[in-house]
Each structure stands twice: as C-alpha cells, then as structure tokens.
C-alpha cells in the first residue's frame, strides 16, 4: 500500500520538482536565455529590416532619386527649364468639323502632349513668346488632299504682334498634288525671326481638311538662339 501510494504519489510529485527547481535553479538560466532570446529576435528583425531597405533602394531608390533630382523636376515644371523652346504635336480636326468655311484656318495643337518651355500659349493654335529674341522657329506641314487639280498647297507661319493686333504672314511653304487632289505632300519651311515678348505664332493652311493628321507628318516648333 505505501508502495503503491508512494508509486502512486511519484508522479504528482514529479511536477512539483520541476517547478520548485524553476525557481530554484532554472531562474537565473532563464534571464539570460529570454536576454539571448530578445537579442536574436532583435537581430532577426534588424537583418528583416535592413533586407527590406535594401530591396527598397534596389526597387524604388532609382525613382526616388528621380522624383527628387532637380533636372527631371524641371522638365515637370517648364518653367525651370532655360532654353525657351516648343515642339508641338499636332491636333487632329474633329470629325464633325468639317465645314469651317468662314473660320481662318489655323491648325490646332495638343497642348497636353506638345513640349513646350518659356513658351505659352493662346487659344490651342498659338504660340505666346514669353522671352525677346532670336528664335528658329520651323513648321512642317503634310497635306493628304488638295482642292482643284493643279493648286499648289501652301502653309503659312502667321504672326501677330499681341492677341488683338491682325495676324501676317511671315513664312510661307508650298506643295503640289501635281494635277491630282488626292496624294501627299510637304511644305517645309524654317527661318530665323527676331520675337518680342507677347507675340504670338501659329500656323495658318487654306483647308484644315487637307493636311495629314498621321502622327509626325505635321509638326510646328521653335528654338530661342
Ligand atoms: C475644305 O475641303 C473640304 C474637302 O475637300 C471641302 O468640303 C470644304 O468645302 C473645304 N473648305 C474650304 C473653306 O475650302
Ligand atoms: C495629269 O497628268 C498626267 C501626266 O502627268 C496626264 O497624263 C494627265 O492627262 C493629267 N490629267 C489632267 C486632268 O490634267
């Protein structure tokens, strides 16, 4: 009987033992395990965090130099940038409009997408000089069709002097169909003209219907000496 007590009591004892050695003699081993144990787990995530640092200068470092770096930043902004230029896209005629009889012929530009510096603009067909100077100012115009056989196509650079002055002429191209009205052609032209501010360029063609809207083919721009 006191065997089997005993053998019987053993094992609830047994516990008992283990948890008065915890206190005992595990305690002081356990302060320098949970130390160990906060040490590792620091240095695991330190390493977490520096491999994550590090994919993100590998993956983002690129673009977040270049969203800071001031050459790109000016390029967002123009007006940082120094040469005064434009480089203008083209803006095809809605399709609708195809009857502009008394309209002037002005083409239209997407400003959206045209580069533009130190240039403004008026009313989607005109330049605005914000800069005095010397500009080489360029247009290339593709026609697609032309009126009566035989009629030479011309395009024009206009000037005028400030938005309520009446626009001139102040370059001229022309093209041939030859005897036919519908085939390709190009009016280039580019020449040297002295700007003040406020005046304004565009570019001026008998028939907006004619001219070939095809992405390069009709372009207009501009370059301050
Ligand atoms: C322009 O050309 C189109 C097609 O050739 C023609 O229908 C229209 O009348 C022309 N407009 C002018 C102002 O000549
Ligand atoms: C157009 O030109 C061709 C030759 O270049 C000629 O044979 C033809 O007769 C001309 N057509 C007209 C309508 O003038």
Redesign the pocket.
Known sequence: MINTHQTSVFPPTVPPRLSQRTPASAAPRRGPGRAALRVLVGVVVFHLLLSLGGFYYLYTGRMVTITLSPRVSAERHPEECHPAMASMIVKPLPHRA??T?TEPQYLQWNMAHSKRCRVDYYQASWLKMKQAGYYYVYARVSFS?G?APGQPLVSKVMLKHDETREPEDKMKAYCSLGNRSIGQCTASQGQLLHLEVGNLLSVWVE?A??VDYEKHATTFGMYKL
């Open positions: 195809t009857d009889t069709r009126g028939n219907t004619w």
